[in-house]
C-alpha cells in the first residue's frame, strides 16, 4: 500500500496552496484518509480527515474555515485545499490512511511528507 503526497511549496501569507494524496483503490474505498503536519521538534498533529464517501470532512480549530479535504474517488486522490495560509501554517504535511471504524492507530498507511512554508 502507497501514498503518495505532494503539493507543498513556498508561499506568502494569505496565499493558497492545494496538497494532494494519491493512493491505491483499496485505500480509498474503505478507509478514512487524513491530513496531519509536523513542526521540527514538535509532536505530528491533525489537521483534517475525510471518511469514504467525501461528504464530510473534520478539521482541527486552528484550520476550520481555511481548509478543506476533499476526495475524488475516480483518481484515488484526496486533498487538501489550504487558503488564507498564515506563517503557523508552516510545517511538512503527511497524508495517513486508516480503515473505517478503526481509531489512528500506528498501523496506519503514511505518505512521504511535503513541506508546506509560508512566509513573506
Known amino acids: 500500500v502507497q501514498l503518495q503526497a505532494s503539493g507543498g511549496g513556498l508561499v506568502q501569507p494569505g496565499d493558497s496552496l492545494r496538497l494532494s494524496c494519491a493512493g491505491s483503490?483499496?485505500?480509498?474505498?474503505?478507509?478514512?484518509v487524513g491530513w496531519f503536519r509536523q513542526v521540527a521538534g514538535k509532536a505530528r498533529e491533525f489537521v483534517a480527515s475525510v471518511g469514504w464517501s467525501g461528504d464530510r470532512g473534520i478539521y482541527a480549530d486552528s484550520v476550520k474555515g481555511r481548509f478543506t479535504i476533499s476526495r475524488d474517488s475516480a483518481k484515488n486522490t484526496v486533498y487538501l485545499q489550504m487558503n488564507r495560509l498564515k506563517p503557523e501554517d508552516t510545517a511538512v504535511y503527511y497524508c495517513?490512511?486508516?480503515?473505517?471504524?478503526?481509531?489512528?492507530?500506528?498501523?496506519?498507511?503514511w505518505g512521504q511528507g511535503t513541506q508546506v512554508t509560508v512566509s513573506s
Open positions: 483503490e483499496r485505500i480509498f474505498s474503505s478507509y478514512v
Open positions: 495517513r490512511a486508516r480503515p473505517i471504524g478503526q481509531n489512528w492507530t500506528s498501523s496506519d498507511y
